[in-house]
């Protein structure tokens, strides 16, 4: 009996086993947010940084003969090709910034504002709003270069003849194709009716999505259309006309308004804009031209000047961006 209790006596104690330690609250929001963040930020460091980094670069680098070695070198330089950009527009007189600001002007306020209008129309369901969805909506589903190629034999041949037919116009006064005389206007009016059915599209879906309770809650107080869409729709659907117009702004540089396919490589300086002068340029793809301080009015942009041109425009118009969709945020009209 001793010796079984001096046994027990000797027998190792279990340790004691604490239980696991939890995860605190914050700490599990901090996991679930590097989770989600994650995947958008690797995919901004892969697509965006990673794929761009040597045009970046490229900005701050010039190409020259070195007359030592018989080839041509690449050095950094801080300001040569922005001086160069600077130079190339001042030849065109700024007028590839100007349309592009033109465009972006009329563009918002012609097919940005008319196309929240009749999407609440088509919305509505009212007199003919089917028919005049798919009229509008059907230049978006039709090749860009059909619709280009049908937009300018009307223009320069049908409408024209038609005009001198009602007109009765002589040989002598008879008018030419249309867009040979000034074809800003006209190309304005193709890329505003061409765009619109995006737009409607977009804008009828948000409208879809708005609760039909609150719609009918609405018409028991005795709204009528227009106030329904003041103090309805245009409220549930600001964050969609906020994307757009940002998005619009965000691009206001880099509109090429269709001038590629109506012209190819020679589109008329009258016309350009600046993302048709990054487009043609890229295409022809030079490290090595004229003198940047050369006044020659068919001088190109060099690849590093237009990396130098993409450099600037993200420093402009990406402040630009955020202030204005903060500005749409904060002033814009209120679900509440």
Not at 144 to 149: D, F, G, I, Q, R
Request: aromatic share 14%; hydrophobic share 45%.
């Amino acid at each position: 009996m001793e010796k079984e209790i001096l046994n027990c006596e000797q027998q190792p104690v279990a340790p004691e086993v604490k239980p696991p330690r939890m995860l605190t609250r914050k700490t599990k929001r901090l996991i679930f947010y590097t989770i989600m963040v994650s995947l958008p930020f690797l995919q901004f460091c892969i697509f965006y940084v990673y794929v761009n980094i040597d045009s970046i670069m490229m900005a701050f680098k010039v190409t020259y003969l070195d007359s030592d070695v018989g080839t041509y070198v690449q050095r950094w330089s801080i300001k040569d090709n922005f001086i160069g950009v600077v130079n190339f527009l001042k030849v065109r007189k700024w007028r590839p910034v100007v349309n592009a600001l033109k465009i972006y002007a009329i563009s918002w306020c012609t097919s940005g504002i008319f196309s929240v209008f009749f999407s609440y129309y088509v919305y509505k369901k009212f007199m003919l709003s089917g028919i005049f969805k798919v009229f509008l909506y059907l230049p978006s589903m039709i090749s860009a270069v059909v619709m280009t190629l049908v937009f300018r034999v009307f223009m320069n041949s049908v409408l024209p003849d038609m005009i001198n037919q009602l007109g009765n116009r002589t040989q002598e006064n008879a008018l030419g194709p249309l867009l040979m005389d000034d074809p800003f206007p006209y190309l304005m009016g193709y890329s505003i009716f061409f765009s619109l059915g995006g737009h409607i599209l977009m804008y009828t879906g948000a409208m879809s999505g708005i609760n039909d309770s609150v719609v009918e809650a609405a018409q028991l107080d005795g709204v009528n259309a227009v106030q329904e869409f003041l103090h309805v729709t245009l409220p549930m659907i600001w964050p969609t006309f906020t994307t757009f117009t940002v998005t619009g702004l965000a691009g206001i540089f880099t509109n090429q308004l269709g001038l590629h396919t109506f012209y190819g490589d020679a589109a008329p300086q009258e016309v350009s804009t600046l993302g048709y002068e990054i487009f043609v340029w890229t295409k022809k793809g030079s490290l090595i031209g004229s003198s940047p301080d050369v006044a020659d009015p068919n001088r190109g942009l060099l690849l590093s000047e237009i990396s130098a041109v993409g450099f600037m425009i993200m420093v402009i118009v990406l402040p630009l961006s955020m202030g204005l969709k903060k500005a749409m945020t904060k002033w814009g009209p209120s679900v509440d």
